[in-house]
């Protein structure tokens, strides 16, 4: 009995993990079937995105989907930075690791679009891609 209930915390834990595992699953097949319809699209745990000609659409993944879709022309961007906690940093040189977000920083002047990645050289190399279809060319 006691052997039993030693084990009981394992099983618990076990059941988690598949749970986890399954619920990531979905997303990515949500995802799959939502990014068929871009050029180009990235998936990963904070944001997924997609873009299509000069336009940009990005939001959170879920098992449905995604959601909070948000999407904006390359044209309207003025410039596009990457952040590394609270330092922004050339595109050309992110760090090997850690999470970023990519902003772009829209022409009017007064807003932002901030999508995050959870690794600062992916975020770089979309930074650098999009920038091509930019007005400014950045």
Do not use: C, H
């Amino acid at each position: 009995m006691e052997r039993g209930l030693l084990w009981l915390p394992l099983l618990a834990v076990f059941f988690g993990l598949a749970w986890a595992g399954w619920n990531e699953y979905q997303k990515i097949e949500a995802y799959q079937r939502w990014a068929e319809e871009f050029e180009k699209a990235k998936y990963d745990i904070r944001a997924v995105l997609g873009q299509k000609g000069d336009s940009v659409t990005w939001g959170k993944p879920s098992r449905s989907g995604p959601i909070d879709l948000q999407t904006f022309s390359l044209q309207e961007v003025e410039s596009i930075e990457l952040w590394v906690g609270d330092r922004a940093l050339e595109l050309d040189n992110p760090p090997p690791r850690g999470a970023a977000i990519l902003q772009f920083n829209l022409t009017n002047g007064e807003s932002s679009v901030k999508i995050p990645f959870t690794e600062s050289p992916l975020a770089a190399k979309w930074g650098q891609y999009l920038s091509k279809f930019t007005r400014r060319g950045t």
